[in-house]
Nanobody
Framework: QVQLVETGGGLVQAGGSLKLSCAASGRTFSTYAKGWFRQAPGKEREFVSAITWVDGRTEYADSVEGRFTISRDKAKNTVYLQMNSLRPEDTAVYYC?????????????????WGQGTQVTVSS
């Protein structure tokens, strides 16, 4: 089992920044990738960004490319999402996810463990 705890959400004005953190505990020795997804009211959970744990390869959704940056601290088993130039359409609950084996980092169905989510609200 892997436990994931997200922190860092909150309310920010458009154009502002937030940094999300996701700390992992448990059976973290087997990690292929960690990802961030988000879910707005009435919408499906969508891919935001992911990072492979060994080589640090990063991927982003087109909607956040150039504004968000994912990073990891392997010693702390923590993944981060730096979010800049936030827009009202970025408002959602943001979830951290853990993928044990390579199953494709874009699909939420390929992730094995999920955090409880943290609310990000961007006001206009």
């Amino acid at each position: 089992q892997v436990q994931l705890v997200e922190t860092g959400g909150g309310l920010v004005q458009a154009g502002g920044s937030l940094k999300l953190s996701c700390a992992a505990s448990g059976r973290t020795f087997s990690t292929y990738a960690k990802g961030w997804f988000r879910q707005a009211p009435g919408k499906e959970r969508e891919f935001v960004s992911a990072i492979t744990w060994v080589d640090g390869r990063t991927e982003y959704a087109d909607s956040v490319e150039g504004r968000f940056t994912i990073s990891r601290d392997k010693a702390k088993n923590t993944v981060y999402l730096q979010m800049n130039s936030l827009r009202p359409e970025d408002t959602a609950v943001y979830y951290c996810a853990h993928q044990t084996f390579n199953g494709g980092i874009y699909s939420r169905d390929r992730y094995d463990y999920w955090g409880q989510g943290t609310q990000v609200t961007v006001s206009s």
